[in-house]
C-alpha cells in the first residue's frame, strides 16, 4: 500500500464522491457530514474550511478535533484490508472514514454506523 499516495490525497476532492456515493443510495449530505463529524469532531465550519483550504487526507486527519473514542470499533475490510489491522495511524483512520461512508450508503442505522 503506497502510503504517500493516500496522504497526499485531497480531502476537498474526495468528498464529492462520498457525498455522490451516499445521495446515489438516498442518503443525505447532513448525513455524510454527520458520520464526519462523529469520527473527526470536526463542525459544519471546521468540516467546510478543510474542503476550502484544499487539505490532503494526512493535515485532515492530523487537524482533526478529536478523533471518536469508539473509532476503534469500526472493523471489517475496506479496499482489501481489514481496518483493524492498519498500523499506519493516519491510514487507518482514513478507512475508517471509508468503512463509515459504505455502511452509511449501505442503507445501516445512524446509530450503528455510529457505534452508539
Not at 493516500?6 to 445521495?23: A, C, G, N, T
Not at 450508503?105 to 454506523?113: L, N, P, Q, T, V
Request: glycine share 6%.
Amino acid at each position: 500500500m503506497d502510503n504517500n499516495r493516500i496522504y497526499r490525497l485531497l480531502f476537498s476532492s474526495v468528498y464529492p464522491l462520498y457525498l455522490q456515493k451516499v445521495e446515489k443510495k438516498g442518503r443525505t449530505k447532513a448525513e455524510l457530514n454527520e458520520v464526519i463529524f462523529w469520527l473527526t469532531g470536526y463542525n459544519e465550519e471546521t468540516l467546510q474550511q478543510q474542503i476550502d483550504g484544499k487539505n490532503d487526507f494526512e493535515t485532515f486527519f492530523v487537524q482533526a478535533p478529536q478523533i471518536h473514542s469508539n473509532a476503534h470499533k469500526i472493523t471489517g475490510v475496506i479496499c482489501g484490508y481489514r481496518v483493524e489491522d492498519i498500523e499506519d495511524k493516519v491510514v487507518q483512520q482514513i478507512r475508517y472514514l471509508d468503512k463509515l461512508v459504505d455502511e452509511l450508503a449501505k442503507g445501516r442505522k445512524m446509530e450503528k454506523i455510529l457505534r452508539i
